[in-house]
């Protein structure tokens, strides 16, 4: 029996017409798809979209605070005091919020904003692009070419690559060198990534893979990236932050370390101690 | 051939082309500007940058109404536009319209708080105001974002000089020399501030009254051990910085110390 498999597997050869019109199609229609999509992507988005002017206010007030917390020792404490009481009050009233009178809603209101709907719709928009072109060609290779044998590999693989090589196909005694249509169009997807980057430059958009890792992490990223943030919420938390701050200024003992820099005193604090 | 490079740089052509027109401003040909800006405009027909550029050579013109005018539109289409609001400030400035240039620079700060640059210049603006304890806040504000940077620091110090604290003004030298090993300028400060600090303090010892006027007003003055050793330090350094430097230099340097 296994004599008999073993020579059937010696006498299988390919149809040269499969090569011609299956094996150099598919990968031919995967790189043209992918050129293409790369081009409407390109078309598709548009310039990003502005931000607002009070926007940007708002964000940079809060860095304002995260770097007086942050560098607080470089200056002197009276300069330090005056803009921790003014940072401080000013978040509190909301001084520097979008819009001061929806301080006390909650964020799900902040949904509403046109522009928080505007991103959503573009990321939706470049995920729906990825995904329809990849499952068109997957059930056109399904509809027409399931069950082809496509191409023979030049070299010896374990059985375990069966279930990579041969999707489709349910012959469990055929060697794992024969590639199976729709395993092709995997190899495809996945390796063509170097030749867009060799026709479209490094940076394109053509590149079907990464849809597939957008897909997976989608639930876990979209609520972060969907959900406008509270501002209100996180000035208030930076008030609390920079008000249990503690004020150091770093020139205290600058003296000591000038003498110990310039060699004139061996070790910092020496003379305190003695 | 200057086609050919041209064409082989690609896109990075038109930041070439940008820097041009910024260096044949300062060279006063405004026709190569000029005509650069045409190439440009040609190809971006209504982009914020070219507009921006378009304005400067108006400038250099010396049309400034024509590119307040413009600089004002680009900012009410886009308010975010930080290069259009910077040139507006700048407009100001070399109309010698301080105040209102400080007003304008204001406005924008309080929407760019992170833009250190700007903080500098409202402290330059304030400076040729003689108003002092403003342009510290500001200098106070660059040194937040840039602690690391010796010059900010030294400007700090001479202004906290100027301003007579001499305790921080102390402080903030000694920081100069020690982020830049043998800063000149900032040892000649460490010295002037140490000695004035110690002609100070012996004037305050004569008269009672005077010294709890001191120590009201500088309670970071360090001993008067400290003060002496560091302005020794201070003209040990100077000498052996000078004794590098060409003679005549030296000569005057030596003079000075030695008063």
New interface residues.
């Given amino acids: 029996m296994s004599g008999l498999v073993e020579s059937t597997e010696q006498a299988m050869f390919l149809d040269p017409a499969i090569r011609d019109w299956v094996l150099f199609p598919i990968t031919v229609i995967m790189v043209l798809v992918g050129v293409f999509r790369h081009q409407l992507t390109i078309l598709m988005t548009g310039e990003p979209p502005?931000?607002?002017?009070k926007d940007?206010?708002q964000g940079?007030?809060l860095?304002?605070g995260q770097?007086?917390a942050q560098?607080n020792s470089?200056?002197?404490a009276p300069?330090f005091v005056e803009?921790k009481k003014y940072l401080c009050e000013a978040y509190e009233e909301g001084k520097y919020l979008k819009n001061k009178a929806a301080k006390d809603q909650s964020a799900a209101n902040l949904m509403a904003d046109p522009k928080n709907m505007e991103v959503m719709m573009d990321g939706m928009k470049k995920q729906m692009m990825g995904i329809v072109p990849q499952t068109l060609i997957m059930g056109w290779i399904q509809f027409f070419f399931s069950g082809f044998i496509l191409i023979k590999l030049p070299f010896p693989l374990g059985v375990r690559f069966k279930q990579m090589l041969q999707s489709g196909i349910m012959t469990p005694n055929m060697d794992v060198r024969w590639v199976s249509s729709l395993s092709w169009y995997f190899i495809n997807l996945f390796g063509l990534r170097g030749v867009f980057s060799l026709i479209l430059g490094g940076e394109n958009s053509a590149d079907g893979t990464r849809d597939m890792t957008a897909m997976s992490t989608m639930g876990a990223m979209g609520q972060q990236a969907g959900q406008p943030q509270d501002y209100n919420k996180q000035f208030l938390s930076m008030k609390d932050t920079l008000s249990i701050v503690y004020h150091e200024w770093?020139?205290e003992n600058?003296?000591q370390?000038?003498?110990v820099?310039?060699g004139?005193q061996a070790r910092l604090f020496k003379s305190s101690r003695k | 051939m200057l086609k050919r490079s041209v064409s082989q740089a690609g896109d990075d052509a038109w930041l070439v082309y940008e820097q041009i027109i910024l260096a044949a401003l300062d060279e006063g040909q405004i026709d190569l500007a000029k005509s650069v800006l045409f190439i440009l405009d040609t190809r971006f027909k209504d982009s914020q940058r070219v507009k921006r550029l378009s304005g400067l050579v108006m400038e250099a013109l010396g049309h400034t109404d024509e590119a307040q005018t413009l600089y004002t539109e680009m900012l009410e289409k886009d308010a975010t536009n930080v290069l259009a609001s910077k040139r507006l400030i700048a407009l100001l400035k070399s109309q010698g319209q301080i105040p209102l240039a400080i007003r304008e620079l204001v406005t924008y700060l309080d929407t760019h708080g992170n833009d250190f640059e700007a903080w500098l210049e409202l402290s330059h603006l304030y400076l040729s105001q003689h108003l002092y304890p403003q342009a510290a806040f500001c200098l106070e504000e660059v040194i937040l974002q840039q602690p690391a940077n010796h010059y900010f620091h030294l400007h700090y110090a001479e202004l906290q000089y100027t301003m007579g604290n001499l305790d921080v003004a102390l402080k903030e030298y000694l920081r100069v020399v020690e982020l830049s090993t043998d800063n000149v300028r900032g040892f000649y400060g460490v010295k002037l501030t140490a000695d004035r600090l110690m002609t100070e303090s012996k004037k305050g010892k004569s008269s009672g009254n005077k010294k709890d006027q001191q120590s009201n007003r500088m309670d970071n003055v360090p001993q008067q051990a400290t003060l002496e050793r560091l302005s020794e330090l201070a003209t040990e350094r100077l000498v052996s910085v000078y004794n590098r430097a060409s003679d005549t230099s030296k000569k005057t340097a030596e003079k000075w110390l030695k008063e």
């Fill in positions: 502005k931000p607002d002017i940007i206010r940079k007030a860095m304002r770097l007086l560098n470089y200056i002197s300069a803009r770093d020139l600058i003296e370390r000038v003498f820099k310039y004139k």
